[in-house]
């Protein structure tokens, strides 16, 4: 079967940089995603991995090895704001997108 | 309209009653998705459309239906609600074109059937 792997929550310090981790194990891929949701909220676009290494936007960057089926996001200076899940979702063989159930992201002050 | 809207916001329905929720895109997008959000599960593809007219089944179609008449709306029937389909449903939508091919998502439809 297919599967998405994210840890259920992460605590983390205001101004600090945390990292969320991400497994998939699915048929095909055809690129990665990452979305934030506040809480209440739709989903919303963060960033997208499809070839091997790191892509930076701001604050957010995000990793991807194909080969070793992972990939991560990274937030540094954390801010109260980015308290929300991050969802990773993958890409199958038919297009269609594979979701993990999201790991919540507690910020501290 | 700017994005995808939903409607309603919320609704409680009695089980064995029919319900149809909402979604409209001033984006053009071609393709468009109904997706269920339950605690502690991803998200989960109901149906989709990848075009107007073109409809298809995703991972949990049972009890839902949908028409895709036109480019703008994608409409989610539930013929027969059951207590099972409380959920949070989102519609989202995309353009098909490019790599990344990004899902843009509606507000949501929260659902509790009694």
């Known amino acids: 079967g297919q599967n998405i792997d994210q840890p259920t929550e992460m605590t983390a310090t205001e101004g600090a940089i945390v990292q969320i981790n991400c497994t998939y194990q699915t048929s095909g891929f055809n690129g990665l995603f990452w979305y934030q949701q506040h809480a209440g909220e739709a989903p919303t676009f963060l960033s997208y991995n499809v070839l091997d290494g790191l892509e930076e936007k701001g604050r957010f960057s995000s990793f991807l090895s194909r080969s070793k089926g992972y990939s991560y996001l990274l937030l540094k200076e954390l801010q109260m704001k980015d308290s929300a899940s991050y969802l990773c979702a993958v890409k199958d063989s038919n297009y269609q997108l594979i979701w993990g159930a999201g790991t919540k992201l507690i910020i501290k002050p | 309209i700017a994005g995808i809207t939903q409607a309603p916001t919320s609704q409680i329905l009695a089980a064995g009653r029919r319900m149809t929720l909402r979604c409209t895109q001033d984006?053009?997008?071609?393709?468009m998705y109904w997706y269920r959000q339950d605690l502690g599960l991803g998200l989960r593809l109901i149906h989709y459309?990848?075009?107007?007219?073109?409809?298809g089944k995703g991972e949990v179609p049972d009890g839902y239906s949908v028409s895709r008449a036109n480019t703008d709306d994608f409409p989610l029937t539930l013929a027969s609600a059951v207590p099972s389909q409380t959920s949070v449903y989102f519609c989202?939508?995309?353009?098909?074109?490019?790599?990344?091919?990004?899902?843009?998502f509606g507000p949501g439809t929260r659902l509790t059937v009694l």
């Open positions: 984006m053009r997008h071609n393709a």
């Open positions: 989202a939508s995309s353009d098909l074109a490019g790599e990344a091919d990004t899902q843009y």
């Open positions: 459309s990848n075009t107007a007219g073109t409809t």
